[in-house]
């Protein structure tokens, strides 16, 4: 694993002053109860037809959550973010800030250590292992920070976490194509929230129809959009990830995920940092794939 450490321009960042907890347990998918030091939670926001609409983290105020609560979350949707928790809100006793100009985020992995940078917010990223951790502080001091994402990219991808926006669409999405449940961002123990009859439909009938999974490839990668056939199992040390459209209910009695290498239809996503490589090279990135029905 490589070490890193970069500024990530497009993430925003929401305070919410005041008790939440409550309300926004009933309203995201993870749970809001019990948070260990220095974690933070992946949750989503979803339509009530269970539709992915937001992802993000959310993290206690360093004063406790009854302070409140930070939201570390894709800059360009932060104001929508905020008319919906607010949709919810109803009579909860606490306001909703967008802090995006103010303050940002940035990522560290592998042995670097965190950015020196007095009041910022250090917390773990739980989607995988051996993601890192993240720090929530003044934009301004993160500017200093290296600005080149390409690192950052490359370690996600290698780790199997897709990226909102990039390697799935919001607001047509169900959670468990983006596999929001893999990356820890699903509390199934916990009770309603919106969409949750359709994510325990899917999780308990094991009926998801989309995944995303790691493929290894050879060569450049594809420009985006390019089609191609994966006629053969694949076994370069680099990888990607598709997005591989599940069989049907009687097939998946019996193979509940298709394998990576079978035979599919799949278009380059968007989110490889390393497409326009020279001939020749090694490179990982994200494919969506969808497989021809059987007739």
Not at 53 to 66: M, V
Not at 180 to 192: E, H, S, T, W
Request: glycine content about 10%; aromatic content about 8%.
């Amino acid at each position: 694993m490589e070490n890193g450490t970069c500024f990530l321009a497009e993430r925003g960042v929401l305070k919410i002053v005041g008790d939440a907890t409550a309300l926004l347990h009933k309203v995201i998918t993870n749970t809001m109860l019990n948070f260990p030091a220095g974690e933070s939670r992946y949750s989503a926001l979803l339509t009530p037809q269970g539709k992915l609409l937001f992802d993000f983290f959310i993290l206690p105020s360093p004063e406790g959550p009854d302070a409140g609560y930070l939201i570390d979350c894709v800059k360009e949707q932060s104001a929508d973010l905020v008319k919906r928790i607010n949709f919810h809100k109803m009579r909860a006793k606490f306001t909703v800030e967008d802090q995006s100009e103010a303050y940002g985020v940035a990522a560290f992995w592998g042995s670097d250590p965190a950015p020196a940078i007095e009041g910022g917010i250090i917390y773990r990223d739980m989607r995988a292992t051996d993601m890192g951790s993240r720090i929530i502080a003044p934009r301004e001091a993160l500017a200093k920070l290296p600005a080149d994402a390409s690192g950052f990219e490359a370690h996600r991808i290698s780790l199997g976490v897709p990226k909102g926006g990039v390697d799935f669409p919001y607001g047509d999405t169900f959670l468990h194509d983006a596999n929001i449940d893999r990356c820890n961002g699903v509390d199934f123990k916990k009770g309603c929230y919106v969409g949750q009859e359709v994510v325990a439909r899917v999780h308990f009938r094991r009926s998801a129809r989309k995944r995303i999974v790691q493929i290894h490839f050879d060569g450049p990668a594809p420009a985006a959009g390019t089609q191609a056939r994966l006629r053969a199992p694949m076994r370069s040390p680099c990888c990607g990830l598709i997005s591989w459209r599940m069989p049907g209910p009687r097939a998946r009695r019996s193979r509940p995920e298709a394998p990576a290498s079978m035979p599919s239809m799949c278009r380059r996503n968007l989110s490889n940092p390393l497409a326009g490589s020279r001939s020749g090279s090694k490179g990982s990135g994200l494919i969506s794939t969808d497989p021809p029905r059987s007739s």
